[in-house]
């Protein structure tokens, strides 16, 4: 098997409404995507698939959506104030985790085309979670 591997880095706040601890507090990351595709075979170019089709992919998608938002559990009260106020946020269907941030991306990925095999959202340095199927 061949992997490819490339990174995006994005911004973002949040916080769990459902943690009992410091990330239940707003916040904010300074984040790392990790999308790793996979596959048996090499085009004729003799890759698993350009950097720059993975990056067409996903970068502007990131950018667009996630980058410098606030990501909320959807009934998290703020979702209503930043409505109100016509912010731009994405709402998810519960707490927005590294790991339901590295499902969301796997799946856009995946209804996108590219191989992926696993994706992995770096909250801190020290700090990961991975989703794959
Ligand atoms: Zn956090």
Known sequence: MYQV???FGFSYGHRLIKHKGKCER???????????CEGPE??????LIDFDIISK??????????DHRMIL???DPMTELLTKKGEKFLSMPDDPTAEALAR????HAQKSGLPVK??????TPTSHASYSR
């Open 5 to 7: 591997t490339k990174q």
């Open 118 to 123: 696993q994706v992995t959202v770096w909250e």
């Open 104 to 107: 969301l991306i796997f799946d």
């Open 57 to 66: 992919a996903l970068k502007s998608w990131i950018d667009e959506e996630l």
């Open 73 to 75: 559990n959807e009934k």
């Open 42 to 47: 090499l085009n004729e170019n003799r890759m």
């Open 26 to 36: 707003y916040h904010g990351h300074n984040g790392l995507v990790e999308v790793v």
